[in-house]
């Protein structure tokens, strides 16, 4: 075996000699490094709370207090305890009770600060914000003053707060304005200039029992965090306060809770993404700030908000759902017509500010997918209508949930309410957005669906009424139930389909009188359209209509005073509905009343049409086509009326061809009239008429054809308007042997003539007829009684009284018109001739005499023959007899009343 060689001895030495070097440069540092940490541990104490808080305290000018301070150089750790800093007012600023430092003595030899952990216990910051001044925080921050000075690299590996307390005053406003965060934690790890993201958690107490948690991370090159904030039950009132102009409402009470997961960038540019969050709104109560109180706008109970995305400033937002349920909302009209919450939101006048150069605006596009709304309460007044409104909308509960649609999205949406209570409300449909699907063109909102409303009471809408129309709507339901298509900017922007009805309808004058009633209205097959508008009706019921139509004092129809439209834009609205499209297949009318009572007159007149059933078909309002018109009713005493025709509902001088037919119609209730314009009042008369009026292109043909029966006039009124023509008389000559009175007045004329009016025409031809037979009347009742000829004398022979034979005829026709007569009065004056009649041998004397007996005996012979022909001796005058030269052989006759 081969023995391994001997070491040199050169060798060796070199060897043992390094060794001493190392060994002492080992010993040395540890010396030095001993001379460090004893250093440390015996002069930093004294230095930190004698040499560096007095040259803090003297170079900022506040007080720092430092109880003790504690090292543990070997292992490299700093205990400060009992730390307090007041501001330059001896206000406390910020302290803490405890500080522990670990920080790494690999540091020193490095160009970063490393802190293995800082643990602080109980921290106090006082934050306060004086009327003038900077924040007080600020005078810890050293004056800029002098030369740069490069910012250290540093870096933090784990921080931990506990049992925190801080506070903020601002004394800006009027009372200040105070929050506090009490009892927080923080733990935050790697965080420094060296780090790019620092590991935090933070969970503390908020005012009025609220609560943050958050965890997340935060970047300080750049400045960046991303993490999950949630704070639980914060007090809105509190927190609202913060802003900087107060708030035209007052928020009472009223909690939210958010849960934020967020990206926020602070550098180079602000951006935040907020994804899966949601937010949480409970007990809510708003009310409207006046003098002396506050009236409450809203409450919430709970409105919710669950995946929520956010993004600034792309301006993207949604929801996937939004939940309210119980809620009660007031919206309020004063008396000037302003919504109370409008007025109050847009509040005084601002004073003009100068305004930045505006940045560009944020186009926010979005969409709710889902929502879910219950127990809602909607509570309406409006004190600009007489009388003041008052509606009530809830409980509402909606729901709207997504559809798939390959263009647009579009929700399904299901409400159901009352309206006052009592009606029932419901929709239910499809709803589409406006938003657009990817790479599909810009949508367009539209809604299509069922609406169904049972039972609306129509009188809280009395109000709302009455500013068209002067009435008072003290009763009545509406009902309906159709299909509503709603789509803009297309045409039609809305269409409806379906059946409306309303029951137990009353309406009463502005003054309280009653006007109309009905049973039930029933519309059934209603289609309609807008812009432009169209409306069609398959079919129109009227069950047990009641119209009352009065005439005033001053003449004017109660019916034509009922709208509120002014003038000005009556001639407007005329041209608009003569443009409307609106047609109606039937009207059907079923038991209907029209009463008609005129004030005008003293005693006033009152008359009534009853029983009125029938129909009116092909209504149509573009004037495209006739309306056909069939209705039957009666009028008082059981007179049957029938009106049967066609007529152009638009254009009636177009095409008009009707026909009216009453029989038995009593006379006397009209007796006013007759009192009024005839000077007359009427005992009795029942008429009959048939009236056929037609108009071809503006041309007016018309029959009225009257029979009047048992014709009687009542006692002379006295009246001024009285007509001068001699009505008494000329009616009882126009009555026939039957005593019934026949008329024939045709009509004709150019309605295009603005001279030609129709019931002037017909009054002037009834005057005409009475004023001839007044002026004729033997000629008269020789007509009426098939004689012929003027009957107004009866002749004789010279020297004679006796009749002959044809004037035998004649009084027999005489006496067969008087006897039906009993009304006429007959005067009989009989005549001689001083010639012809002439005596021979007689004196002057006795000629007379001759004379005038000769004449006397005329007319009792005429007399005695009408009395022995049937007539009362009654109707009967003899007048003085008249012996003249000119006078003819005959007895001259008078026709007259007593």
Do not use: C
């Amino acid at each position: 075996m081969t023995k391994p060689s001997a070491t040199p001895v050169s060798a060796t030495k070199t060897t043992s000699k390094r060794s001493r070097w190392l060994l002492g440069g080992l010993a040395l540092l540890i010396v030095v490094w001993l001379g460090i940490v004893t250093a440390i541990e015996f002069l930093a104490p004294n230095w930190v709370e004698n040499t560096l808080a007095k040259e803090i305290s003297q170079r900022l000018g506040i007080a720092i207090r430092i109880e003790r301070v504690d090292t543990d150089a070997f292992e490299g750790k700093l205990h400060i305890f009992g730390v307090a800093v007041d501001d330059k007012e001896g206000q406390p600023i910020i302290g803490f009770r405890e500080l522990h430092l670990d920080y790494s003595w690999l540091s020193l030899l490095s160009p970063v600060w490393v802190l293995e952990s800082a643990t602080l216990v109980q921290p106090t910051i006082h934050l306060r914000l004086p009327a003038e001044g900077p924040l007080t925080l600020m005078q810890l921050v050293p004056s800029s003053d002098g030369p740069a000075v490069e910012t250290p690299r540093w870096q933090l590996k784990s921080l931990a707060i506990s049992e925190g307390e801080l506070s903020y005053r601002d004394e800006r406003v009027k009372p200040a304005r105070e929050f506090a965060l009490s009892n927080w934690g923080l733990n935050l790890d790697d965080i420094g200039t060296e780090s790019a993201n620092g590991l935090a958690e933070l969970h503390g107490d908020l005012p009025a029992g609220a609560s943050i948690d958050w965890i997340g991370d935060v970047g300080l090159q750049p400045l960046r965090s991303k993490g999950r904030l949630q704070i639980n039950k914060l007090s809105l009132p509190d927190t609202l306060g913060w802003l900087p102009e107060k708030l035209p409402l007052a928020v009472n009470n009223g909690r939210i809770s958010l849960d934020l997961n967020y990206d926020a960038k602070l550098q180079p540019d602000v951006s935040v993404a907020i994804n899966n969050s949601s937010a949480t709104l409970e007990d809510l109560s708003l009310a409207l700030l006046k003098a002396s109180q506050k009236d409450e706008l809203a409450s919430i109970k709970t409105l919710s908000a669950k995946g929520v995305v956010f993004a600034y400033p792309s301006g993207e937002w949604a929801s996937d759902k939004l939940t309210l349920v119980g809620a009660n909302v007031s919206v309020e009209r004063d008396a000037n017509g302003e919504f109370s919450v409008i007025k109050a939101l847009a509040g005084p006048p601002r004073k003009a500010v100068t305004k930045a150069e505006p940045s560009a605006p944020i186009d926010w596009a979005g969409s709710l997918k889902q929502a879910e709304i219950s127990d809602v309460m909607v509570t309406y007044r409006d004190l600009s209508t007489r009388p003041n409104t008052a509606l009530t909308l809830g409980p509402l509960s909606l729901s709207a949930t997504p559809k798939a649609d390959s263009a647009q999205d579009s929700v399904a949406i299901t409400l159901n309410t009352a309206i006052n209570t009592s009606a029932k409300l419901s929709l239910r449909g499809e709803l589409g957005m406006p938003s657009a699907r990817a790479n599909q063109a810009p949508a367009t909102p539209y809604f299509s669906g069922r609406l169904s409303l049972d039972d609306l009471a129509l009188k809280p809408f009395e109000g709302f009424i009455s500013e068209v129309l002067a009435i008072r709507l003290p009763s009545g339901e509406l009902s309906t139930d159709g299909q509503l298509q709603w789509q803009t900017p297309s045409a039609p922007s809305w269409a409806w389909s379906g059946d409306t009805s309303v029951k137990n309808l009353r309406v009463l004058e502005a003054r309280g009188q009653p006007l109309l009633s009905l049973n039930t209205l029933q519309v059934t097959g209603l289609k309609a359209q807008g812009t432009p508008l169209q409306v069609g009706i398959n079919r129109l019921l009227i069950d047990s209509p009641k119209l009352r139509v009065s005439r005033q004092s001053d003449g004017s129809l109660n019916v034509a005073n009922l709208t509120k439209t002014s003038s000005s834009n009556s001639s407007a609205n005329s041209e608009s509905n003569a443009r409307s499209d609106v047609f109606i297949n039937t009207l059907a009318v079923r038991g209907g009343t029209v009463a008609f009572a005129d004030n005008s007159l003293a005693p006033s007149v009152a008359t009534a049409l009853s029983q009125l059933s029938g129909s009116i078909s092909k209504i149509d309002l573009t004037g495209r086509q006739n309306a056909q018109i069939k209705l039957r009713g009666y009028l008082p005493n059981a007179a049957p009326i029938a009106i049967e025709g066609a007529v152009n509902i638009v254009q009636p001088t177009k095409a008009f061809d009707m026909t009216l037919r009453a029989e038995r119609l009593a006379l006397a209730p009209y007796s006013a009239y007759a009192s009024r314009y005839a000077g007359y009042a009427l005992a009795d008369g029942l008429l009959w008429a048939d009236l056929k009026y037609s108009i071809d292109k503006g041309s007016l043909s018309a029959k009225n054809t009257l029979r009047i029966n048992d014709f009687t006039w009542g006692e002379a009124s006295g009246s001024k308007e009285a007509t001068g023509l001699p009505v008494r008389l000329g009616t009882a000559l126009l009555k026939d042997v039957k005593g019934e009175i026949h008329l024939d007045v045709p009509l004709s004329g150019n309605l295009s003539d603005p001279e030609f009016r129709v019931w002037p025409i017909v009054w002037q031809t009834l005057g005409n007829l009475i004023t001839r037979a007044a002026a004729a009347p033997f000629k008269l009742l020789g007509g009426l009684a098939g004689g012929g000829d003027d009957l107004n004398q009866v002749s004789f022979t010279a020297n004679s009284a006796a009749l002959s034979e044809s004037a035998k005829a004649q009084v027999t026709t005489l006496a067969a018109s008087l006897k039906d007569k009993p009304e006429l009065q007959m005067s009989l004056a009989g005549h001689s001739d001083a010639t012809k009649d002439m005596m021979p041998g007689l004196s002057p004397e006795a000629a007379s005499k001759h004379a005038y007996d000769l004449a006397k005996a005329r007319a009792v012979a005429v007399q005695q023959a009408l009395i022995a022909a049937g007539v009362p001796a009654q109707q009967l005058v003899l007048e003085q007899p008249k012996a003249t030269t000119d006078a003819s052989l005959a007895v001259s006759l008078t026709i007259s009343l007593p």
